[in-house]
């Protein structure tokens, strides 16, 4: 690895690294983020301080206070600030949540998946997942490479859904079946039985995405 910022160029969907601008608000507290949103909300419609000051109705000195952090605002404040600016009031407290979680898998790094009816020739490559209560979405490529006169049939909670990448095989869902080419989709309920049930070109790939249900015991 030739440097640590080896996902630099845009093409790469790995996180890029960016450069705060040295006016910017920095740290976590909610002051600091409001002043951040504000000042970059205001800018982006093309307003001085004064400007904004005239259309909120609050002094010059006051929002140049609330763009550095140097004061909090009321929730009336807040509100007149949003107003000024046509956006929700949500929108000003955008970053104080805490840091979301991402995850990034290159290719052919995905963790393999077994006890899924895994067998010689059928692959199940997990893409990544989220943790806790964001534990909803279970991305898998499957690589069906051997011919196979029993293929693992699935039923789960939630929806799934399949995007053929290569070859072309005979899906069936419930009683009914589908022919699924490169390109094509299959959007399923989970509830009822599924599965591949004739290979007919291998080899064979498609991402099946599943969305589980909100989990209320977390």
Same mark, same amino acid.
């Given at each position: +690895?030739?440097?640590?910022?080896?996902?630099?160029? %845009?093409?790469?969907?790995?996180?890029?690294?960016?450069?705060?601008?040295?006016?910017?608000?920095?740290?976590?507290?909610?002051?600091?983020?409001?002043?951040?949103?504000?000042?970059?909300?205001?800018?982006?419609?093309?307003?001085?301080?004064?400007? +904004?000051?005239?259309?909120?109705?609050?002094?010059?000195? +006051?929002?140049?206070?609330?763009?550095?952090?140097? %004061?909090?605002c009321s929730l009336a404040t807040l509100a007149r600030l949003a107003a000024g600016l046509d956006v929700p009031v949500t929108s000003l407290f955008r970053g104080a949540d805490s840091q979301r979680e991402a995850v990034f898998v290159e290719a052919g790094r995905g963790a393999e998946i077994v006890g899924r009816g895994t067998r010689v020739g059928h692959h199940y490559e997990l893409l990544g997942a989220l943790r806790g209560q964001h534990k909803r979405l279970e991305p898998v490529l499957v690589t069906l490479t051997n011919e196979s006169e029993v293929f693992p049939l699935f039923q789960h909670a939630g929806t799934e859904l399949l995007y053929m990448l290569e070859g072309v095989m005979v899906y069936g869902h419930g009683d009914s079946e589908y022919t699924l080419r490169p390109g094509d989709s299959l959007l399923l309920d989970g509830e009822a039985p599924h599965g591949p049930n004739e290979l007919v070109r291998l080899p064979i790939r498609f991402l099946a995405v599943t969305a589980y249900p909100d989990r209320h015991d977390d």
């Amino acid at each position: +690895m030739a440097s640590d910022n080896v996902h630099r160029d %845009t093409g790469d969907p790995a996180p890029v690294e960016r450069e705060i601008p040295p006016d910017a608000p920095t740290g976590p507290d909610l002051e600091r983020v409001i002043a951040a949103q504000v000042r970059k909300l205001r800018k982006s419609s093309g307003l001085s301080i004064g400007d +904004m000051a005239d259309k909120v109705g609050i002094s010059k000195a +006051m929002l140049s206070k609330i763009e550095n952090a140097q %004061t909090s605002c009321s929730l009336a404040t807040l509100a007149r600030l949003a107003a000024g600016l046509d956006v929700p009031v949500t929108s000003l407290f955008r970053g104080a949540d805490s840091q979301r979680e991402a995850v990034f898998v290159e290719a052919g790094r995905g963790a393999e998946i077994v006890g899924r009816g895994t067998r010689v020739g059928h692959h199940y490559e997990l893409l990544g997942a989220l943790r806790g209560q964001h534990k909803r979405l279970e991305p898998v490529l499957v690589t069906l490479t051997n011919e196979s006169e029993v293929f693992p049939l699935f039923q789960h909670a939630g929806t799934e859904l399949l995007y053929m990448l290569e070859g072309v095989m005979v899906y069936g869902h419930g009683d009914s079946e589908y022919t699924l080419r490169p390109g094509d989709s299959l959007l399923l309920d989970g509830e009822a039985p599924h599965g591949p049930n004739e290979l007919v070109r291998l080899p064979i790939r498609f991402l099946a995405v599943t969305a589980y249900p909100d989990r209320h015991d977390d």
